[in-house]
């Protein structure tokens, strides 16, 4: 019995022997292995490199907007707060009012640092004053309401630029700070999809070098 399994045991520990078409199957089926491996995982980074991307693309497109817009506001802002005041030169100039004149100009000097840069909240209260003296110039003449009307809407109109401005120049930061954290993803990423995409070629280089092979039938013994 001992004999038996001691025979046995020598003629499983021998070596197989393929012969060359199954050899070169065998390094084949080898190569295509991996591909399958590595495709996909290649393909799942693609996937999430593209979504990274596709964001990145996103923000850039949304950020440019955003400050395009921004500076837009700015100008209208501007033009608007020159609309009042040339308006009131004008309405000032066509009265001849020594009284009238002297109220503008405090008017003007308002309007002149509310112009710069001070921030929402600051413009507002400002702004609440200027348009409390635009009102009062009603009393210094007479049919001069419509016009004041019409300088005051300017404020307004450039007050409320202002605020929208408010609203959206923090989106800068905040698609400055999405893109950068797209762009580490990228960077996290990109070297192993790389790194797939020379093996998974490698190995389907491979795979067209053995199929070329011929296949002859003599024997190579190999371990199995």
Do not use: C
């Not at 100008?75 to 000032?92: C, S, T, V």
């Not at 100009?105 to 112009?115: H, W």
């Not at 401005?165 to 999809?193: A, C, H, Q, V, W």
């Amino acid at each position: 019995m001992n004999n038996e399994m001691a025979v046995q045991g020598a003629e499983n520990s021998a070596p197989h022997t393929y012969d060359r078409k199954e050899l070169i199957e065998a390094v084949v089926q080898k190569h295509k292995k991996y591909i399958d491996e590595y495709t996909t995982e290649f393909n799942e980074l693609g996937s999430k490199i593209k979504e990274l991307q596709d964001n990145i693309d996103s923000s850039n497109k949304n950020r440019t907007e955003v400050m395009e817009k921004i500076e837009i506001l700015a100008e209208k802002r501007q033009l608007f707060y020159h609309q009042a005041e040339k308006m009131l030169n004008e309405l000032a100039e066509s009265l001849s009012n020594s009284d009238f004149s002297r109220e503008k100009s405090l008017i003007m000097e308002k309007l002149a640092k509310v112009k710069g840069s001070l921030s929402p909240e600051e413009e507002q209260k400002h702004i609440d004053s200027i348009l409390q003296d635009i009102s009062a110039l009603g009393l210094k003449a007479s049919d001069i309401n419509d016009h004041l009307t019409v300088i005051s809407d300017r404020v307004k109109d450039a007050l409320g630029y202002k605020l929208e401005m408010s609203s959206i120049d923090s989106s800068e930061e905040t698609f400055n700070s999405n893109i950068s954290s797209y762009e580490e993803g990228l960077k996290e990423f990109e070297p192993r999809y790389k790194w797939l995409e020379n093996r998974i070629n490698s190995h389907k280089e491979a795979v067209i070098y053995w199929e070329k092979q011929p296949l002859a039938n003599d024997k190579q013994e190999v371990e199995a």
